[in-house]
């Protein structure tokens, strides 16, 4: 077995730093929930675009670069290892942007795909309803088929940063005599359409990071449905295995995190000795997030190989979520109680609580983690339901 990257890889790792070293922004970008912060992130993502590494795996006319998991993953280590902002349009470029490649039509990708790779549209995922979230297939918002377009009525909710968005995809029930996950369709909806409300939902962190939708009466043509009409819950399955999966938290975003750590308790060291669990904690979270990059190689390996992840996607998903809230709070204990102060406290202090809150959420968004367990029962291990 050979470990070596190839003279390739090499040369697309150096391109990738040197590219980022010249323009990464000099000050850190505002946050993405606040609208100034959103703009600024869709236009760094523009530059990204520009230099066709916003989407290195989509094709080069789609504004990628063909490469492979790999290289992805080549790309990912030197994007957080430089500490390049977070990416704002992962909904459509992670999560619809595969799903179109698999189920749209030839002229729905040359529509929408260039575009969200330049992050000129940027997306919002329309699924979670009040009573539709972990149980999914309890949709109830409804696309009515008149012509060629659909009128949909009803409520989508948690909808990240939705207020921001220009475009949002959903499934809706589009025959009105079906139950549970037959009879939906996926469906692409501009956000400003007419009938459409979006009222904002604060987040733990106290920004306007999520939303409810409403729709009234609101017309999307026809030609806005990825896959075949009361089809969609198996486009929507498709997507939540690369919401799950690989592509939404890439294992360099952990490494990155883990090495702060590493900096954060040297730089405190004094108070964080005072628990020998803390020192603990710390080296813990850094061979987790190595393992975790580990076991990445070897899933991409397999993939090359021909094979599928499916279910196993689930296991990937606890385990970030939960290395992530380990760190998170390894660092609120190092800090003590000055990194408590959002508002108050400053630079590296805010970071780490931004985080800590945002870290809450992740046994929940991308479907909790007691639903991945479920899945890992019935589907891997073969126990009864
Ligand atoms: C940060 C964040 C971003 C999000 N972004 C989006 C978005 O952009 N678009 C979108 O559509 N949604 C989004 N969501 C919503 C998210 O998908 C839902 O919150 C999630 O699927 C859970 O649904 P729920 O909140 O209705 O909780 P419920 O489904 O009501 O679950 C409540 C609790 O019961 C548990 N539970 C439910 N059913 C079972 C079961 N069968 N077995 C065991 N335990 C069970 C759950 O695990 C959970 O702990 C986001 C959520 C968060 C936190």
Not at 80 to 109: D, I
Not at 309 to 314: L, M
């Amino acid at each position: 077995m050979d470990l070596a990257y190839t003279p390739k890889q090499q040369a697309f790792r150096a391109e990738v730093r040197a590219w980022l070293a010249d323009n990464l922004p000099r000050k850190p970008l505002a946050s993405y929930d606040t609208r100034e912060g959103f703009e600024q992130h869709r236009e760094w993502e523009s530059r990204l675009f520009d230099a066709r590494l916003s989407m290195v795996m989509w094709p080069a006319e789609l504004g990628g670069r063909g490469c492979d998991l790999t290289e992805w993953l080549i790309f990912e280590e030197e994007y957080y290892g430089a500490g390049a902002p977070m990416r704002v349009n992962q909904n459509g470029q992670l999560l619809l942007g595969p799903t179109l490649m698999e189920f749209g039509t030839e002229a729905q990708k040359q529509r929408f795909l260039p575009r969200m790779a330049a992050s000129a549209d940027m997306w919002a995922q329309g699924w979670s309803e009040p009573n539709a979230g972990s149980d999914m297939a309890a949709i109830t918002s409804k696309a009515i088929r008149d012509g060629d377009h659909y009128v949909l009525n009803g409520q989508k909710t948690w909808s990240t940063r939705a207020i921001f968005a220009d475009w949002l995809f959903g499934l809706f029930r589009s025959d009105p005599a079906s139950s549970r996950h037959h009879g939906l369709s996926f469906l692409l909806v501009p956000l400003n359409t007419p009938g459409v409300t979006i009222r904002p939902i604060k987040a733990l962190n106290g920004k306007d990071a999520f939303a409810e939708v409403f729709f009234d009466d609101v017309r999307v043509p026809v030609d806005n449905r990825i896959g075949a009409e009361g089809q969609g819950w198996n486009v929507a399955m498709a997507t939540a295995g690369f919401e799950r999966g690989l592509l939404l938290r890439s294992p360099a975003r952990f490494q990155y995190t883990a090495r702060k750590l590493v900096e954060l308790y040297r730089a405190n060291r004094a108070s964080a000795d005072r628990d020998p669990s803390i020192g603990e904690a710390v080296t813990q979270a850094w061979m987790d997030a190595e393992a975790y990059a580990l076991s990445a190689y070897h899933t991409v390996g397999r993939l090359a190989r021909g094979a599928r992840i499916g279910a196993e996607s689930s296991t990937n998903k606890i385990f970030w979520s939960e290395l992530d809230l380990r760190m998170h709070e390894t660092a609120m204990r190092i800090l003590g109680a000055r990194g408590e102060l959002l508002e108050a406290s400053e630079g590296e202090a805010n970071g780490w609580l931004e985080g800590f809150l945002f870290a809450q959420a992740g046994p929940i968004y991308a479907g909790t983690n007691e639903i991945q367990r479920n899945i890992i029962a019935e589907r891997m291990l073969g126990l009864p339901k």
